[in-house]
């Protein structure tokens, strides 16, 4: 086999293995299905004293090992001060807190990407430009799992997109069914994504 050949079918077994290794695992293909990639969520109002400025990511252990009748919010808390462990034999979660946003607000995690041992999750964060006539705060907890995984080390970068809209499905809902409620008229915003990263190992 001459030289020309070689290299030939080297460099298409090389793409063929970098296509494998990166791979969109999960997609929102369109409204509907949007708040279906999280596999978890929770609501939390400022009302109840609770507030996030800063949106936060974190590795954990599988929802099962959740206390009964804990909040996700609450074991995320309670995760921060202990690191969690996972071994090959457990599913690893990831838990994203949005920051603090108004009742119209809605996100939703648009797309899960894995290439080697790396994970890209892109949240779209979308804000209301209408007028407001009745507001409250919130921030949503979002859980999302990944599997079980073989041990080594992983990472994750989490972004969030920003949009801005002025139009719900159903006007008159507004936050009282946040999570099928979903933006129609959505368009790119003017800031910056956000980027959050986070590691982990499963030994």
């Known amino acids: 086999m001459n030289l020309p050949r070689i290299l030939l079918i080297w460099a298409a077994t090389s793409a063929m293995l970098l ?3 990166s791979t969109t695992l999960k997609v929102v293909k369109d409204r509907a299905e ?5 596999d978890q969520r929770q609501l939390v ?6 507030w996030n400025d800063a949106a936060t990511l974190q ?4 929802l099962a090992q959740k206390p009964q009748g804990m909040s996700l919010d609450d074991w995320s808390e309670q995760l921060m001060e202990n690191k969690p462990q996972t071994t090959a034999i457990d599913d690893n979660w990831l838990i994203f807190r949005t920051r603090q946003l108004d009742d119209n607000d809605r996100v939703w995690v648009e797309k899960i990407e894995r290439s080697g041992n790396e994970f890209t999750i892109t949240m779209h ?4 430009q209408g ?3 009745k507001t ?3 921030y949503e907890v979002t859980a999302v799992n990944l599997g ?14 920003p949009l801005t809209f002025k139009q719900l499905e159903k006007p008159r809902e507004a936050q009282n069914n946040y999570q099928t409620n979903w933006p129609t008229d959505d368009q790119p915003g003017s800031s910056k994504p956000v980027e959050l990263k986070a590691s982990f190992s499963v030994r």
Do not use: C, M
Request: aromatic share 16%.
């Open 19 to 21: 296509a494998q290794e």
């Open 34 to 38: 949007r708040g279906t990639l999280s």
């Open 45 to 50: 109002r400022g009302d109840t004293g609770k």
């Open 59 to 62: 590795h954990a252990p599988p």
């Open 125 to 128: 964060e979308a804000i209301w």
């Open 131 to 133: 007028n407001y006539f």
């Open 136 to 138: 409250f705060t919130w």
């Open 148 to 161: 079980k995984l073989p041990a080594g080390d992983y990472t994750v970068k989490w972004i969030v997109k």
